[in-house]
């Protein structure tokens, strides 16, 4: 009985190494084996065997719980072979230098933010490296996109202008391989319909609808199979009002882009999300009392009584990003703005 324990022992330290099958028969192989036994034991002494029959069944034991630690011993070493070949010998070994690197849902991805230097993008890029993957900050200005990227841990910057072609065809060979996209471009014309000037309304399509088609004729060959592609829409397509005309009809126009290229670019995901009003930095211009009285009448203006923030915004798209049977759909991020 008394070999059991430091067998037992080297039996553990061995099979610490390495999540497999076979280490964990053994570790309950010896922890059953041993109080078995010693109750065995007990049990032919007061059954008026004497001292001798335990002895036999501690020597039975003892042989019975060799002969299964060479077996399952064997089948670990050949577990160990796959686990440490060179295809999964990295994935084991960043599993037991870094516990938490395989738990985050988004671990290892690469992921591009177009306009993501600023404001609601940057708060995604920073909840996407957060979330384990590496955020690749795509904007027009190369300098503001490094700078961004310079504020997240590995995160890398790209020059990307979605309005334009040639650029995106650049700016995706540049940067390789992508599990998702995600694109918060927008161009601002809000003027009444009689002072429509036609160039800013194209670049108000072509930031909002134009743009991301182009960029998923190229991302299509880029993005792996069960990525996606997330787009920006906004409530003002459910909530029109004079003005903002421009702002309402691109908007609405993203929901059908996405249900289209989401049915064409199967498997490749597509969804969209339509954000409520965001105290996301981009009504600093406006001055504090103006932007603070701004941001209350259009808190009241919702269902839960307050506007968004950044995070609300960012735990949807880790939410899109994440959710593999969700495809063609535009997710409102509201508080209910539409139908309050």
């Known amino acids: 009985m008394a070999a059991i324990p430091p067998l037992q022992t080297v039996v553990l330290d061995r099979a610490s190494d390495a999540p497999t099958l076979t280490s964990a028969i ?32 501690g020597a039975m034991m003892t042989a019975a719980g060799l002969a299964l630690a060479y077996a399952t011993l064997r089948l670990d070493a050949r577990e160990r072979r796959h686990i440490w070949s060179p295809h999964n010998a990295s994935h084991y070994r960043n599993a037991r230098e870094n516990p938490m690197s395989t738990t985050l849902p988004l671990a290892s991805q690469n992921i591009l933010i177009i306009g993501g230097a600023r404001d609601i993008g940057f708060a995604i890029a920073n909840a996407i490296h957060e979330a384990g993957a590496t955020p690749v900050i795509g904007a027009r200005d190369l300098v503001k996109a490094r700078e961004a990227a310079e504020r997240i841990p590995g995160a890398r910057a790209v020059s990307i202008d979605i309005t334009n072609e040639d650029s995106i065809v650049r700016a995706l060979d540049e940067v390789g391989p992508l599990d998702h996209i995600v694109t918060t471009a927008s161009a601002h014309h809000n003027v009444p319909v009689s002072q429509l000037d036609h ?13 991301p088609m182009v960029l998923a004729k190229h991302a299509a060959k ?22 903002y005309a421009v702002m309402g009809i691109t908007n609405g126009a993203v929901t059908y882009a996405v249900t289209h290229l989401a049915k064409e ?6 969804n969209a999300i339509s954000p409520g009003i965001i ?10 009392n103006a932007k603070h009285e701004f941001l209350e009448d259009s808190g009241r203006a919702t269902l839960v009584g307050r506007v968004g923030r950044n995070d ?7 939410w899109l990003l ?8 535009t997710i409102h991020v509201d508080g209910g703005a539409r139908i309050a």
């Open 199 to 211: 160039d800013h309304v194209v670049s108000a399509f072509e930031a909002k609808v134009i743009g």
């Open 26 to 57: 053994n570790i309950g192989a010896f922890n059953f084996g041993n109080p078995l036994a010693a109750w065995l034991a007990g049990a032919a002494i007061g059954a008026g065997f004497g001292y001798a029959s335990a002895n036999i069944v």
């Open 265 to 270: 670019l199967a498997p490749i995901r597509v």
């Open 279 to 288: 105290d996301s930095g981009s009504w600093d211009a406006m001055g504090d």
């Open 322 to 329: 994440e959710g593999s049977f969700v495809t063609g759909e």
């Open 222 to 243: 880029t993005l792996r199979p069960d990525g996606s592609l997330l787009l920006f829409s906004g409530v003002a397509a459910w909530n029109p009002s004079p003005g």
């Open 312 to 318: 609300d915004i960012a735990r949807a798209v880790l």
